[in-house]
């Protein structure tokens, strides 16, 4: 380890040594990057998102708080719902009183259950794409929720909910010569060059995507206001990941808890990317993907001249790299760097704004020489994979503001 290396660390563990956190240090700190050693960054990451107050002795009863009401949440969302479907065939004749699944009144548990499919189904269908070029998503979790794997449950967990309702939503097309085939919109029927994506597990192991479709699932639960929009996926990822690979176990372990509330507090700062609704307002996404054109035309006015004239639109691509904060641009561990500095900002993304303009900058040369469909291709595959280079760029920015 290199000595620059350790003495970050020792500037790390003297902020965070306190008894109370000074945030404007912290922040300082965070923004150059923070070290994996000691679960450092999984620390920092639940401070910087408002997880963790700043006084130290307050956290040791609000962790335990925010982990009860987590297993609260499992309770009543997926082993009560899970329950009562197992049970439905077991008394018939009081069925008539009670809720059925054909009772039409919108309040009905079962019209909810019905409705909640239809979200799990498309959260299942995007958590399982997480990160396909790395196998951490599709591997068992060393800390499998025993609440729900308990072997006495006999309730329906939420992997089989989805087999129960893709194995029923199997359509069938005839083609014109009457020929029916039955296309199965199952997942688990994978074709076979699709390696053991959905290879199940063992009974009692779960995979760590598992944990991450639970995780989104209680959030569209708890906000039905805006639910589940595809993408979400993409912001739960880096953050699951950086807490369930804590070098601490005793952080590790609560990995499902912890990065629920520190999603739900990272998307109450984004969500209004993604409500349609709010695009045109100033705290919505088109306000934004303007304001990244605006910057740009202030730092490089050829450039922004040139995709003008070319008609590339900020939507084109800064859409997903501004809604998805980058997390689609780069490997994991880049993104996760990219989100030190991020998650840092006091202001909150303004540095966001910058960081996508130094990408601009750092291939204009290209961009200028290119047509329409070759700065397209660029925009929408970006070429650049060090990240550090675009930090620099965009703290340049920052600083001849």
């Known amino acids: 380890m290199s000595r620059l290396h350790r003495s970050r660390i020792a500037d ?4 965070l040594g306190e008894p109370t956190v000074a945030l404007g ?3 300082d700190l965070c923004f150059s990057g923070i070290p994996f050693d000691g679960g450092l960054r999984c620390l920092c990451w639940k401070i ?15 962790l335990k708080k925010q982990r009860d009401l987590y297993s609260q949440f499992l309770k009543e969302m997926i082993i009560q719902p899970g329950i009562a479907k ?4 077991v008394s018939r ?6 809720d059925h699944p054909l009772n039409p009144n919108p309040d009905s548990r079962w019209n909810t259950y019905f409705k909640d499919n239809e979200v799990l189904l498309q959260i299942d269908k995007d958590v399982r794409r997480l990160y396909p070029d790395m196998a951490f998503f599709q591997r068992p979790t060393d800390y ?3 609440l729900i794997l308990d072997p006495q449950n006999e309730f329906e967990t939420l992997r089989k909910r989805v087999e129960q309702t893709t194995l029923k939503s199997q359509t069938v097309a005839r083609n014109r010569s009457g020929v029916t085939n039955v296309r199965s919109s199952s997942p688990l029927k994978s074709s076979p060059n699709s390696l053991s994506e959905y290879e199940v597990l063992p009974n009692g192991c779960e995979a760590h995507w598992e944990v991450v479709e639970r995780i989104l699932f209680i959030y569209a639960k708890l906000n039905p206001g805006i639910a589940y929009v595809q993408g979400m996926n993409e912001i739960v ?8 690979t804590d070098p601490n176990s005793e952080w590790k372990e609560h990995a499902e808890a912890d990065t629920f509330f520190c999603f739900t507090n990272l998307m109450a700062e984004i969500r209004d990317n993604f409500i349609k609704s709010l695009d045109d307002s100033q705290c919505g996404i088109t306000y934004k993907m303007e304001k990244v054109y605006s910057t740009l035309k202030e730092k490089d006015v050829e450039l922004y001249l040139k995709l003008q004239e070319q008609n590339i639109k900020p939507q084109f691509f800064a859409f997903r790299w501004l809604t998805l904060l980058l997390s689609q641009e780069f490997l994991l561990p880049d993104v996760i760097r990219i989100w030190d500095s991020l998650f840092a900002d006091e202001k909150r993304f303004d540095f966001l704004l910058l960081v996508c303009c130094a990408m601009l900058t750092l291939i204009r040369d290209q961009l200028l020489e290119g047509d329409f469909t070759l700065n397209m291709r660029l925009l929408q595959d970006y070429p650049i994979s060090d ?3 675009i930090l620099k760029k965009a703290k340049e920015l920052q600083d001849s503001k």
Do not use: I, M
């Open 12 to 15: 790390f563990q003297e902020v």
């Open 144 to 146: 499998p929720c025993l």
């Open 86 to 89: 197992a049970n439905l065939g």
């Open 93 to 98: 004749e009081d069925v008539t009183l009670e």
């Open 48 to 62: 910087l998102l408002n997880y963790l107050p700043l006084e130290k002795a307050l956290w040791s009863s609000l």
């Open 25 to 27: 240090k912290l922040r």
């Open 387 to 389: 990240v550090h280079l």
């Open 237 to 244: 990822g880096p953050l699951y990941y950086t807490f369930a």
